[in-house]
């Protein structure tokens, strides 16, 4: 399985038998433009306005009206999948995605450029964060963890030591996030969150308390924050990740993806559940329930989100009172 995963949210899928375990062989060229608002999107951000959505053959999918209708970037060097989209301001982003590819944007999403990319191994990165417009991470597969401190121009690769009783330091590295005081956190497999305080400069391994793989992160209010992942299982944080608890989940399908805005924590599933806390993660609730897998989303309002799936974004989501 670890041979042939080519994205954390495919991996996902496949094991679900929803997405073939296998893409083609990386390419480097212009990405296609056939029905780009039909494809698999598997992240999204805003972009001061703008929203901004990327997945697989190099498709990045900018909407300027809340997200009611999506066209593809103008330029996009690339054709392959990418995993994880984020942006700092209206206008710098960065995507990541197969090939150890890490793309730049400094027109809101319009144009890219490719800022990191290596062909040479099959190791995709999955997750990408900056804290400012110098500042970053972007994780994936094999403990493959990246950072630059000058926005991009040059990616370090950090090693990793082993984790307790482990031989290598191997974990795919699926969500980083940040939370209180600057600490850094990675959601990963086996139940294993890494986090760091030192600007990731060295990591420590913290369980959850479970054993399942740990796909998406979130922070919370002052030290709180939350991990999830295959199964559903659900892990908080009152303590900025010196400890997790697990609480109940609604649903027993895969989370693929968590946010929060305006005080509420949103999570997707594999089984097209869209889930929702209010109370800083402590409970969880669905709040609509679709046919197909949602993949990613963003909350367009207080109690509005729109969802993206295999066939791109789905209708905003008007959540029950």
């Known amino acids: 399985m670890r041979n042939t995963i080519r994205s ?15 893409e083609p062989v990386a390419k480097v060229g212009p990405a296609r433009h056939d029905a780009p608002g039909k494809s698999m999107v598997l992240d999204v951000a805003r972009a001061g306005k703008r929203i901004v959505a990327v997945g697989e053959r190099g498709h990045v999918l900018l909407s300027d009206d809340g997200g009611a209708t999506f066209r593809q970037a103008s330029a996009v060097p690339v054709d392959l999948t990418l995993t994880a989209v984020t942006f700092v301001d ?16 400094a027109d809101g999403g319009e144009h890219w450029a490719v800022q ?4 040479t191994v099959d190791q995709p990165l999955f997750s990408v964060h900056f804290r400012d417009a110098d500042t970053g991470w972007a994780t994936g597969l094999w403990s493959l963890l990246l950072a630059t401190a000058d926005g991009g121009k040059t990616w370090t690769k950090v090693a990793l030591t082993p ?38 400069k060295t990591w420590r391994y913290n369980k959850s308390g479970g054993a399942a793989s740990l ?46 805005k305006d005080g509420a924590y ?29 993949t990613a989303l963003l909350p367009t309002g207080e109690r509005r989100v729109l969802a993206f799936s295999r066939q791109g974004s789905l209708r905003d989501v008007q959540v029950k009172d």
Request: aromatic share 6%.
């Open 90 to 105: 209206a206008r710098n982003g960065w995507a990541v995605g197969h090939g150890g590819t890490v793309l730049h944007t």
């Open 163 to 200: 984790p307790e009783g482990q031989k290598r330091a191997d974990l795919n590295l699926l969500q980083v996030f940040e939370g209180q005081g600057g600490r850094v956190f990675v959601a990963a497999e086996q139940g294993i969150v890494l986090s760091s305080d030192d600007n990731g």
């Open 266 to 294: 949103w999570a997707s599933t594999v089984n097209g559940a869209i889930l929702r806390s209010v109370d800083d993660g402590r409970t969880w609730s669905v709040e609509k329930q679709y046919g197909t897998p949602v």
């Open 215 to 260: 796909w998406a992160g979130a922070a919370g209010q002052g030290a709180t924050g939350i991990v999830a992942g295959l199964r559903g299982h659900i892990f908080r944080t009152a303590d900025n990740g010196a400890s997790w608890t697990e609480v109940a989940s609604p649903v027993e399908a895969s989370i693929t993806h968590i946010v929060r």
């Open 8 to 22: 954390a949210l495919f991996a996902m899928l496949t094991v679900s038998g929803l997405a073939p375990a296998q």
């Open 116 to 119: 990191r990319q290596d062909l």
